[in-house]
């Protein structure tokens, strides 16, 4: 059997949850020997492949039409999709822009801020048009696993990771798993 294909990406969010993945240290190297990384956004491979993955790893909440392209293709190319931290399981801190709405958040972060000098709210295709409120991932696409935290512990990746290369879907983390920092 040849190794499992694992494809991540990140949405709206801070990337801590990649940095929590890039923790497991050590196991990694024991973890590289079933799998196999074959796309993800601290490489130059950016999208899973076309023919697929077994699992899929999105981190970072829905904040954008770009985010929500980018999960959508996610979920069409993998078997199993895995929503990491807070963000992409329910918003996290991405999500307290809906307390103001999206036009007050952009013109206070872009216009109105005390370091600001000739200020301009970006406008660019590649970045996606905003959307009134940011979710998590769930409310766009089918999420097979959560793992929240802030970032999740690596212990807690590793675990799930571990499990479904044992054939097991971690239904429930242990509770010594979670962290929040």
């Not at 990694?28 to 490489?43: C, M, N, Q, R, W």
């Not at 699992?55 to 980018?70: K, M, R």
């Not at 979920?75 to 918003?91: K, N, P, S, Y």
Request: charged share 20%; with cysteine; net charge negative.
């Amino acid at each position: 059997m040849g190794k499992i294909k694992i494809a991540t990406d990140w949405l709206a969010g801070c990337a801590g949850c990649h940095m929590s993945l890039l923790d497991i240290d050590e196991r990694i190297v024991k973890l590289l020997e079933a799998v196999e990384f074959t796309s993800s956004p601290v490489t130059d491979l950016k999208h899973p492949p076309e023919e697929g993955v077994t699992v899929g790893i999105l981190e970072g909440a829905i904040s954008n039409t770009h985010n929500i392209e980018v999960a959508r293709q996610m979920r069409e190319r993998c078997q199993f999709l895995i929503a990491i931290g807070d963000c992409a399981t329910f918003g996290g801190i991405v999500a307290t822009r809906n307390l103001v709405g999206t036009q007050a958040a952009l013109q206070r972060a872009y216009l109105e801020s005390e370091t600001t000098v000739d200020g301009c709210i970006p406008d660019s295709p590649e970045l996606g048009v905003p959307l009134e409120t940011v979710t998590g991932v769930d409310k766009v696409v089918h999420v097979d696993l959560f793992i929240p935290g802030c970032p999740p512990s690596a212990d807690a990746l590793f675990y799930a990771l571990s499990e479904l290369l044992a054939g097991r879907v971690p239904v429930v983390l242990p509770p010594e798993l979670f962290r929040y920092d």
